[in-house]
């Protein structure tokens, strides 16, 4: 995911500006763990997200393609999509489904992506936490991209995974994006409490006894790679109909993508 930069604290500065950095990743995480829908619209007021740029708008287009890989080009039937952000990636999803329920846990996300779908009958807009709330379905086709990142301990993580699937008919799809943490953070000492990598999020995922991993792609590619971008996973599962045994070596290769 890109962001824009935050402040001018120099990368690698002295012990107490350090200690400074690292207090205010605490702080940051924090808030999200105690009070997510606070720090996602404290996120977006302060504009630090564009999904809008040629990169984030690639990944959206080459998640699309995937899916129209194993979908079909059109007629991806009923859409949930979590974590809609302000409409970008929704009114995409909106040219070639049926229906697309889109939410996000950030009310100030919800009414940008509101005014920004008003022109397509197919959308519907909810603000709501995927952890807490009831998502209704069943959908063919439930897209999570970059928002498992957003979801900060392991039992709201799997709460949350096992509530998607259970929203999705059997042979439908679930479509994520998978962030590595920024290094920072996958360093601090005090993570391992309470963010999950994305090592664990694939695993959380593909140990689902009704899902099958059928795709995983790194983004932008192999070999390219952009700086400052923290490098996602493009991750297609299938609902099986019962639990069944997933392919381990698929499985492998994701996590290690
Ligand atoms: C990084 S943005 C990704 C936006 C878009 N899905 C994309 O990939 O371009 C993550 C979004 O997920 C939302 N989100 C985070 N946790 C959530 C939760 N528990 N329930 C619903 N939405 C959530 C955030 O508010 C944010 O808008």
Redesign the pocket.
């Known amino acids: 995911?890109s962001s824009k930069s935050k402040g001018a604290e120099p990368e690698n500065g002295s012990g107490l500006l350090s200690m400074y950095r690292q207090a205010r990743l605490i702080g940051a995480a924090a808030l999200r763990w105690a009070f997510?829908e606070r720090a996602?619209n404290r996120?977006?007021l302060r504009r630090s997200?564009n999904?809008e740029s040629p990169i984030?708008r690639g990944?959206?287009a080459r998640t699309l393609s995937a899916v129209a890989q194993r979908l079909g080009p059109s007629a991806l039937g009923e859409v949930l999509?979590?974590?809609?952000?302000e409409g970008?990636?929704t009114v995409e999803l909106a040219k070639c489904s049926r229906s697309v329920t889109a939410?996000?846990?950030?009310a100030v996300?919800c009414a940008r992506a509101a005014q920004r779908c008003s022109g397509y009958a197919n959308i519907s807009l909810r603000h709501?936490?995927?952890?807490k709330a009831s998502i209704g379905g069943p959908y063919d086709l439930i897209?999570a991209?970059?928002?498992l990142?957003?979801?900060f301990g392991l039992k709201r993580l799997r709460r949350?995974v096992i509530k998607l699937v259970e929203a999705i008919r059997p042979g439908g799809f679930l479509v994520v994006?998978v962030f590595d943490l920024p290094g920072e953070l996958q360093r601090a000492w005090w993570a391992r409490w309470f963010l999950e990598s994305k090592d664990r999020h694939i695993e959380a995922l593909c140990k689902h006894p009704s899902l099958r991993l059928v795709h995983a792609e790194s983004y932008p590619g192999p070999g390219l790679s952009v700086p400052g971008y923290a490098h996602p996973v493009i991750i297609l599962l299938e609902k099986t109909g019962a639990s069944q045994a997933r392919d381990s070596d698929l499985s492998k290769g994701a996590a290690s993508l």
């Open positions: 995911m997510p996602q996120t977006y997200y999904f984030e990944r959206h999509e979590v974590g809609c952000a970008a990636f939410c996000d846990i950030s996300a709501c936490d995927i952890v897209l991209m970059a928002v990142e957003g979801i949350a994006n």
